[in-house]
């Protein structure tokens, strides 16, 4: 299960055409990844540096536009400083994903990162996490670091937290929900919430930077349970997708909880060992009983609380927002992104 934000990767074109933004933009990606390519770990290891360039590639354009965003919704931040605060967040980003596969043991991480092997991996991820917090006390920095720095420091506690838990296998849709409260909406929350803190925003711009970051963070995670049972791709990669996964995601929890004639059945299905269950089958009864249906919906809601939070502020920040979701959700007309 893939419980971190790695449904946009679609790079993208600023959400709106006003003077300065593509400037902006451009300047921030450049600042961004000049300062990802002076991280030590990644220099002393050209494999795990080349994986990073790659992954920057399809991640940092619609991340920078997206905090680019906040920046103009919580009264403006220092450019520099922005950079800084971003570049630290995609290192903690990046390497969630690694350590996620490193923590479920039956999926392979990406080949730089399993040439290492978990325990070396884990470590390397310890010192990327690391560098990536070093990034905000630099000592130029201005004053709004020290407090962007504390905000992530809290949510990478957070997100460790609901690691933890993900390993210990929730078995209820509401612990399901808490963990990922914890462990997806955290990571999301953890960029908009700094970015308040670092424009030192007031209380009203801080809480809706809050809802935006939990609620997107949220349908992010949504996507990706969406795409690990219905994505070609992802269901190719690990013989049935999140269907034959020890953890629940959200479309086995709909087929548990809602009514239908197939449910004793799925749970038949379910009870099995993950590697020996029927996917095809299991797929079919989720079709059936219109849960890719309710997925999107579930999708849909989640967007629409971050952007009526943002709304009552910032209309123009609201529908630049709601373009960056048309695209990086899951993609324009409601199809799933490339």
Avoid at 70 to 80: E, I, M, N, Y
Avoid at 85 to 102: N, T
Avoid at 197 to 209: F, I, N, Q
Wanted: aromatic share 6%; net charge neutral; hydrophobic share 45%.
């Amino acid at each position: 299960m893939g419980a971190t934000p790695t449904g946009v990767p679609v790079p993208g074109e600023p959400a709106a055409g006003r003077s300065g933004d593509r400037e902006a933009l451009a300047q921030l990606r450049m600042d961004v990844t000049t300062r990802l390519s002076r991280l030590r770990t990644l220099r002393d290891y050209p494999a795990l540096q080349a994986w990073q360039t790659e992954w920057l590639e399809a991640r940092l354009p619609p991340w920078a536009e997206f905090a680019l965003v906040c920046s103009r919704l919580a009264g403006g931040c220092p450019p520099a400083d922005l950079a800084r605060v971003l570049s630290g967040w995609l290192v903690l980003f990046s390497v969630s994903g690694p350590l996620d596969d490193y923590a479920d043991q039956d999926k392979t991480p990406d080949a730089a990162w399993a040439s290492l092997g978990w325990k070396r991996g884990n470590f390397m991820a310890l010192a990327l996490m690391a560098e990536a917090m070093g990034l905000l006390l630099e000592s130029e920095g201005g004053p709004g670091l020290a407090a962007a720095a504390r905000v992530l420091l809290r949510r990478l506690e957070e997100s460790a937290l609901g690691q933890s838990q993900d390993i210990a296998l929730v078995r209820t849709l509401g612990a399901y929900e808490q963990m990922l409260e914890l462990k997806a909406a955290t990571l999301t929350g953890a960029l908009t919430e700094s970015v308040a803190a670092l424009a030192g925003a007031d209380g009203p711009r801080k809480e809706a930077l809050a809802v935006l970051g939990r609620e997107l963070g949220m349908a992010l995670q949504i996507v990706n349970d969406y795409l690990g049972v219905w994505r070609v791709k992802a269901v190719g990669k690990t013989g049935g997708g999140d269907l034959a996964q020890p953890q629940p995601t959200y479309p086995v929890f709909y087929a548990l909880v809602v009514p239908h004639a197939y449910r004793d059945e799925f749970r038949g299905l379910l009870a099995r060992a993950p590697a020996e269950r029927d996917t095809g089958r299991m797929l079919e009864i989720l079709n059936l009983i219109g849960a890719p249906k309710f997925m999107r919906a579930a999708i849909e809601v989640r967007q629409g609380r971050a952007l009526a939070a943002v709304r009552r502020l910032s209309p123009e920040c609201a529908a630049d927002l709601e373009r960056w979701c048309r695209r990086h959700l899951l993609g324009e007309g409601g199809k799933e992104p490339d």
